[in-house]
């Protein structure tokens, strides 16, 4: 079963933004990314994605290495570290909600390919799993 994904909050995204970005407020033009998917399970699959092989190489390289705002350094490190499984699991709705509405990552930033979407949105719906 697949959802189709309102859209999200321009003023909340904003502040999202806002808080990443290196300059002031960025306009809600920029705020996400334009080739986010749409669609997302509902329901987890039998083969659930692994954290430790698929989903944390991910959310190094769009979230929390290479100066992104959720690991060392970052504008969001003290608030939502995304640079161990303790710090995902704590914020992983919060991650869901903002992955599915493309809030996240801001414009600016790497975004995660339409697979890697995928397969962030596909461990989320399982439960975001230490597996």
């Known amino acids: 079963m697949i959802r189709r994904l309102a ?9 999202w933004v806002a808080a990443c970005s290196s300059g002031a ?3 809600n033009s920029d705020v996400g990314y334009s080739s ?11 083969t659930v994605p692994s ?11 769009t979230c929390a290495l290479g100066g992104q705002c959720h690991g060392p350094g970052g504008a969001e490190e003290s608030m939502y570290n ?5 710090g995902i699991k704590t914020n ?35 439960g975001a799993p230490n597996n």
Do not use: H, Q
């Open 92 to 126: 992983y709705l919060t991650m869901e909600t903002e992955l599915l509405a493309c809030a996240m990552p801001p414009s600016d930033a790497v975004a995660p390919s339409p697979a890697d979407w995928l397969t962030m949105a596909t461990w989320f719906v399982c």
């Open 7 to 15: 859209s999200f909050s321009p003023l909340l995204a904003g502040a």
């Open 25 to 27: 407020s960025a306009p």
């Open 36 to 46: 986010c998917p749409t669609d997302a399970p509902t329901t987890c699959p039998a």
């Open 51 to 61: 954290f430790a092989n698929e989903v944390e190489p991910i959310i190094e390289k």
């Open 82 to 86: 995304y640079t161990s499984y303790a």
